[in-house]
């Protein structure tokens, strides 16, 4: 079964998903695929890999308009990076200064959650990606920050989709968070 196929039946309320992938192109286009089969559904998209403005342009290369749904206020993106590279700003996005900060990364994310209401259907929150999270924090640290995110999206009732790159953990590591979540894709 193909990664897309997979991403596709993985829509269950409730779950959570590691999801490991190749290219950042592909990664790109598996995001893109994930927000197309759940467009009618609310999310949180946690990003330490690009600025918001960033995400929305690339997303735009594969059809998605982010910005469309970020002012309807079906997405909410909690970014981690354009306040500590200077990078533009946009409008209906939550803003932490740097992905170190995982308690304010946690704060934001709460904020993002009672922004589109905490009994939203059906709603996901997407973490892209690990390997950036762990450059700025121990393992430790992040371990606890998934451990405790992990439980609360259970709790909500939300799909959880954790994005790493292959080979950019450790196996100690990865097979950790595996073991917090309901399914790997490779």
């Known amino acids: 079964m193909q990664m897309t196929d997979?991403?596709?039946?993985?829509?269950?309320?409730?779950?959570?998903?590691?999801?490991q992938t190749g290219i950042e192109e592909n990664y790109l286009k598996l995001i893109s695929h994930f927000l197309?089969?759940?467009?009618?559904?609310?999310?949180i998209?946690?990003?330490?890999?690009?600025?918001?403005?960033?995400?929305v342009d690339r997303l735009r290369k594969y059809d998605y308009d982010l910005d469309a749904k970020i002012k309807a206020r079906e997405i909410s993106i909690?970014?981690?990076?354009?306040?500590?590279?200077?990078?533009?700003?946009?409008?209906?996005?939550?803003?932490?200064?740097?992905?170190?900060?995982?308690?304010?990364?946690?704060?934001?994310?709460?904020?993002?959650i009672n922004k589109l209401s905490p009994q939203a259907e059906?709603?996901?929150?997407?973490?892209?990606s690990l390997p950036t999270l762990l450059i700025f924090n121990g393992v430790g640290a992040l371990l606890n920050f998934l451990y405790f995110?992990?439980?609360r999206l259970r709790v909500l009732g939300?799909?959880?989709?954790?994005?790493?790159?292959?080979?950019?953990?450790?196996?100690?590591?990865?097979?950790?968070?595996?073991?917090?979540?309901d399914k790997v894709i490779k």
Request: net charge negative; proline share 3%.
């Open 78 to 112: 909690v970014d981690l990076v354009s306040r500590s590279v200077g990078a533009q700003e946009i409008e209906g996005a939550v803003y932490v200064s740097s992905p170190s900060e995982l308690s304010a990364t946690q704060m934001a994310i709460e904020a993002a």
């Open 158 to 181: 939300y799909t959880g989709v954790i994005f790493t790159a292959e080979g950019s953990l450790s196996p100690r590591v990865f097979s950790t968070v595996a073991q917090l979540c």
């Open 6 to 19: 997979e991403l596709s039946v993985f829509t269950n309320p409730n779950r959570v998903l590691l999801l």
């Open 45 to 55: 998209y946690v990003s330490s890999n690009r600025s918001s403005r960033d995400l």
């Open 149 to 151: 995110l992990i439980g």
């Open 36 to 43: 197309l089969i759940n467009r009618n559904c609310k999310g």
């Open 122 to 128: 059906n709603a996901w929150l997407i973490i892209d």
